[in-house]
């Protein structure tokens, strides 16, 4: 199958929302049923795609993207959740991921006909992996993890991460940063990590209308989404690469009014 990954960093906070509540929590991001993981629909990719190629006036939309008659050459795969920023005590935020979303990349990778890491973590809960660090204890939120130095596994990881991640700098500082969790350690961060926002919305005489409370993703989470052309449609899977070259920005979810929502993209060639 001829496809490539398209890496998504929120360059600001992030509400792909799911339309149901969720508790105390209002407007809730959208997750996977099974993980509970956070996603980005397809549909809501593939229509902020198209979205930005009607306001960048694209030649090819309709071959790309299709009409309400036919289909269009390329299909888009939801954005899964790869690297979720998370606040340390013991020093600047980490990045965590865990071995189940690089399996997760790795059998992404040769769906579409590509190699992945094949690198064994054998992780424990409440232990994590990092490239360096002198301390035993590494605090995330309210937990602590026993550190692991483990430098070439964790380099090896970054380094497949990186062509996910269009700013130099930011690639520059991912091995410091990055931190390998057990699977069960990061689905608590995961679910129950994000932020939560009190908002308002006020009448003529500015008293309060209507508060809701509403999730969101941080900035620098890291998203990655498969473009796959469909049978006989390879061209139209290479425009579209060629018209989302770096630096190239996308809008997703909702709250675009107060700049919410935006991501810079890169593609895993």
């Known amino acids: 199958m001829n496809g490539v990954v398209m890496g998504l960093l929120a360059e600001t906070a992030l509400h792909p929302g799911s339309g149901q509540s969720a508790g105390v929590i209002d407007l809730p991001v959208a997750r996977e049923a099974t993980t509970q993981y956070p996603v980005i629909a397809g ?9 930005k190629a009607e306001q960048e006036n694209w030649e090819e939309i309709t071959q790309i993207f299709g009409s309400p008659g036919g289909a269009g050459g ?23 991921t865990c071995s189940y979303l690089l399996e997760r990349l790795t ?3 040769q769906m579409i006909g590509k190699n992945g890491a094949d690198i064994k973590l054998d992780l424990q809960p409440g232990e994590t992996l990092v490239a360096q660090g ?37 690639r520059d500082r991912l091995v410091r940063q990055l931190a390998v969790l057990h699977d069960d350690d990061f689905a608590h961060f ?6 939560v926002q009190a908002r308002n919305a006020l009448d003529e005489n500015k008293r309060s209308k209507s508060l809701w409370f509403e999730e969101t993703l941080p900035s620098d989470t890291l998203f990655y989404s498969l473009l796959m052309s469909r049978p006989g449609q390879e061209e139209w899977l290479n425009v579209l690469r060629q018209n989302l070259q770096a630096p190239s920005y996308l809008q997703i979810g909702g709250n675009e009014t107060i700049g919410q929502g935006w991501c810079v993209l890169s593609m895993m060639e």
């Not at 692991?148 to 596994?153: F, M, P, S, V, W």
Request: hydrophobic share 45%; aromatic share 8%.
């Open 74 to 96: 390329i299909s888009v795969a939801d954005g899964r959740l790869l690297l979720l920023p998370v606040r340390s005590l013991s020093g600047h935020y980490r990045w965590i």
């Open 107 to 109: 059998r992404d990778l």
């Open 43 to 51: 549909s809501s990719l593939k229509g902020a795609l198209r979205d």
């Open 134 to 170: 002198e301390e035993k204890t590494l605090f995330l939120e309210e937990l602590s993890f026993e550190q692991r130095l483990e430098a070439e596994k964790v380099e090896w990881v970054a380094e497949w991460i990186k062509p996910l991640i269009a700013h130099p700098s930011v």
């Open 190 to 195: 995961a679910q129950y990590g994000l932020s």
